[in-house]
């Protein structure tokens, strides 16, 4: 260990290269992770509140939730045997405020269940970021394809659908607006199996996110760029430590000869590597985590203490794989070839 801090105190400017490049990768990474989460809850927070459990929607939709009706009957006979379960729609549309200033929400409503808001009719429940934006309990709101108005009763925190504010409505009304007497899903809470409903296709919580494209399509590309990140970061390892190796070659083999273990070479190394990335990773998480206070207003950014401990485990084993893949060929050092190599 005395070595490998000599050397890192010989070579400052080198490692503080590697570090501070190790920095920015991280610091990155956590930052497009955030937006990652933030955009995944601003995305699909109504699906993601809800406890483990299945989807249900009709076979013939392909997969597709707003091509769904489940048949009446079949509702009635899942929901009698099944106690916590519920049907629910959902549709994208607009709200009009006594401004006549035009909102644009997802109608949800559903059976009668603790899951889910439950309003009467004329009654709405909205997210709370239409509260921030204006709206407050009491307010009338409109909507074209409704023939009456709906009172604003109350706001749920943490309802957001396909990038917009969830309005719960009564299934009276959400029939009116969108002429249909069927529901589009059922779901069932819990992590039990389940058995299969005829005519009816089953997905777990993350399978049915999956079936919605914005979702999946933007989760597929930010978690790209972010793996591509860590992968990078181990290159960056490999890259600087065989070049660092390289260049020792002929302080390996003296090393060597005069009794040092292999193992306590890899093991300076790993000790550079580690008290690097310590450093870097400290500061990455600290400027991260405060970004959430510096982040402009409106903007999708989560990033949990479980995502920053997960990613911060991946940095280091990374480091550790990459500096070892660069370390192999102090394996291989003879001690007389490696010093006359240095000599030359």
Do not use: C
């Amino acid at each position: 260990m005395n070595i490998a801090w000599k050397e890192i105190k010989k070579n400052k400017i080198r490692f503080m290269i590697l570090g501070s490049i190790v920095f920015l990768v991280s610091l990155l990474t956590f930052i497009i992770s955030g937006l990652a989460n933030g955009l995944s809850q601003d995305n699909a927070a109504l699906i993601k509140e809800l406890p483990d459990g299945q989807f249900y929607m009709n076979t013939d939709a392909e997969e597709t939730y707003n091509l769904s009706l489940i048949d009446t009957s079949v509702q009635d006979t899942v929901l009698s045997e099944k106690e916590d379960a519920a049907a629910l729609s959902i549709q994208m549309g607009f709200l009009n405020d006594e401004k006549d200033k035009q909102r644009s929400v997802a109608f949800v409503t559903s059976t009668e269940s603790k899951l889910f808001e439950n309003v009467k009719e004329g009654e709405i429940v909205l997210d709370r970021s239409l509260e921030e934006e204006g709206l407050k309990v009491g307010d009338t709101l409109t909507n074209n394809q409704f023939s009456g108005e709906f009172i604003v009763k109350g706001f749920v925190d943490q309802q957001k659908y396909s990038h917009a504010p969830v309005a719960f409505i009564n299934m009276e009304n959400y029939k009116e607006m969108y002429r249909v007497n069927e529901m589009q899903l059922i779901f069932i809470p819990g992590e039990e199996s389940l058995p299969a409903i005829e005519g009816l296709q089953s997905f777990s919580n993350t399978e049915f996110l999956n079936t919605i494209p914005s979702y999946s399509a933007e989760q597929l590309s930010l978690n790209m760029i972010v793996w591509f990140l860590v992968v990078i970061s181990g290159l960056l390892f490999a890259i600087f430590f065989y070049m660092m190796n390289v260049q020792k070659i002929g302080l390996y083999g003296i090393l060597k000869a005069i009794g040092v273990k292999t193992s306590t070479l890899f093991k300076m190394m790993w000790a550079q590597m580690l008290f690097i990335t310590v450093i870097a990773l400290g500061l990455s998480i600290a400027l991260s985590q405060s970004f959430n206070y510096i982040a402009p207003e409106g903007m999708p950014f989560s990033l949990t203490a479980a995502t920053t401990v997960q990613l911060s485990i991946v940095f280091l084993i990374i480091g550790f794989v990459g500096a070892t893949l660069s370390g192999i060929q102090i394996k291989k050092v003879e001690p007389l070839q490696a010093i006359q190599q240095g000599e030359v």
